[in-house]
T-cell receptor, first 114, second 111 residues
Framework: DTEVTQTPKHLVMGMTNKKSLKCEQH?????MYWYKQKAKKPPELMFV???????INESVPSRFSPECPNSSLLNLHLHALQPEDSALYLC?????????????FGNGTRLTVT | GENVEQHPSTLSVQEGDSAVIKCTYS??????FPWYKQELGKRPQLIID?????GEKKDQRIAVTLNKTAKHFSLHITETQPEDSAVYFC??????????FGAGTRLAVHP
């Protein structure tokens, strides 16, 4: 069973669309992450939330907008994306953001931008 | 900032053989080193991790060794099985408590 749940599993969107990716965890973790993974590459950090506050933004373009409504939920709002944004988007959580806590990944959302 | 190099990029072994994947890191302050396994189309899953106060850790057929002086750590898989075939990523906790991933090793275990 996956302890971090992501929806949807697949998403196809046009460059003018607005869509959202959702992530949920019920492990009581206080740090949540968004990663982007291109084929045959490692996960690339986008955003980190710690205790529901944004603590890291890896210079991600503003067409990606994260939101953490509560300690269990993490959203990624998408608007005016480009075809090169097509990738697997992974959500992860850890007990705390101390660099020593294991990351638990969700199964990801495979995004295709047309 | 932290930089993690991983070798080899691909590794092909016969079932039953051992496999070794090596990583080096640059930030001497890094103190947490996890390994993730990612099967095709699936999420990365933690298989083993080690902290800087430990030199070696084992879990059944998997072991990780850490040499802090040389700033390198390695994953050892013994008695490989076809289900070990996957991409393996090493990582190191860099500055600002971020995990930095290596580029990955594609392991193929042939029956």
């Amino acid at each position: 069973d996956t302890e971090v749940t992501q929806t949807p599993k697949h998403l196809v969107m046009g460059m003018t669309n607005k869509k959202s990716l959702k992530c949920e965890q019920h492990m009581g973790h206080r740090a949540m992450y968004w990663y982007k993974q291109k084929a045959k590459k490692p996960p690339e950090l986008m955003f980190v939330y710690s205790y529901e506050k944004l603590s890291i933004n890896e210079s991600v373009p503003s067409r990606f907008s994260p939101e953490c409504p509560n300690s269990s939920l993490l959203n990624l709002h998408l608007h005016a994306l480009q075809p090169e944004d097509s990738a697997l988007y992974l959500c992860a959580s850890s007990q705390v953001r101390d660099g020593n806590s294991p990351l638990h990944f969700g199964n990801g959302t495979r995004l295709t931008v047309t | 900032g932290e930089n993690v190099e991983q070798h080899p990029s691909t590794l092909s072994v016969q079932e039953g053989d051992s496999a070794v994947i090596k990583c080096t890191y640059s930030d001497s302050a890094s103190n947490y080193f996890p390994w993730y396994k990612q099967e095709l189309g699936k999420r990365p899953q933690l298989i083993i991790d080690i902290r800087s106060n430990v030199g070696e850790k084992k879990d059944q057929r998997i072991a990780v060794t850490l040499n802090k002086t040389a700033k390198h750590f390695s994953l050892h898989i013994t008695e490989t099985q076809p289900e070990d075939s996957a991409v393996y990523f090493c990582a190191a906790s860099g500055g600002y408590n971020k995990l930095i991933f290596g580029a990955g090793t594609r392991l193929a275990v042939h029956p």
